[in-house]
């Protein structure tokens, strides 16, 4: 069981899929899932512009075009988790607003990576 803030009756489910992680799956009294990013979409070591690629590219952002890249950075339960992360935990900084913000004005322009 893993103790987080303002979330009981988490219970892991193993991932059968390759390069995946052990504990991907979770669900919370049957309302919502939870996954764990695999670790193909992690940021760590990356440029600003691979980063940008990688947000852009369907095939490494849950098949999402821009308008549905916003929708999910800018509305999703699971992204506002960063900023409400539970004891312990330092949150993001800003906030999801304004996260959503920043992205629609990328988006406008054009959404151009470096």
Known sequence: MIAVQSMQSIRPTSSTEPGRHRFQRMERNNEWNWMMAP???????KSIGE??????????????DLAL??????HDDLVAW???????????????ALLGELVQAWIDAGAQCP
Request: charged share 25%; net charge positive; aromatic share 4%.
């Open 69 to 74: 890249l916003h929708e999910h950075l800018a």
């Open 82 to 96: 960063g900023w409400q992360p539970g004891a312990g935990r330092e949150p993001a900084p800003g906030s999801q």
């Open 51 to 64: 980063i940008c690629r990688q947000l852009k590219d369907r095939d490494r952002n849950g098949g999402r």
């Open 39 to 45: 670790i193909e979409m992690a940021w760590q070591g």
